[in-house]
Nanobody, 124 residues
Framework: QVQLVESGGGSVQAGGALRLSCAFS??????MGWFRQVPGKEREGVAR???????RYADSVKGRFDVSKDNAKNSLSLQMNALKPEDTAKYYC????????????????????WGRGTQVTVSS
């Protein structure tokens, strides 16, 4: 059974940092990632990491966010630095058994498993 549980969200001022974590139930995913969604908008990809450790980031977070995966602890993390008000959203952990989900041609529909999300609020 696949389970993804996010933690670490909260409120921070602009320029601050937060670290999100996602505990997952098994370690056979081809690709894992973080997405975010603001009410009324599409869920967008933030960062992805493949089983080979290769990462991919949205242009809006490059240089500020860092995704990592600890296979020994079955944990996916997202370190978010230099946060901006426009980073405010609900953040979701996602997983796919297919490595294709980590390619540039993939989108959120390639991820079959999702956590319930954790809210991040950045104030100016």
């Amino acid at each position: 059974q696949v389970q993804l549980v996010e933690s670490g969200g909260g409120s921070v001022q602009a320029g601050g940092a937060l670290r999100l974590s996602c505990a997952f139930s098994r370690d056979t995913y081809g690709c894992m990632g973080w997405f975010r969604q603001v009410p009324g908008k599409e869920r967008e990809g933030v960062a992805r990491i493949g089983s080979d450790g290769i990462t991919r980031y949205a242009d809006s977070v490059k240089g500020r966010f860092d995704v990592s995966k600890d296979n020994a602890k079955n944990s996916l993390s997202l370190q978010m630095n230099a946060l901006k008000p426009e980073d405010t959203a609900k953040y979701y952990c996602a997983a796919s058994f297919s490595a294709f989900a980590c390619t540039s041609d993939a989108n959120r529909w390639n991820f079959a498993y999702w956590g319930r999300g954790t809210q991040v609020t950045v104030s100016s």
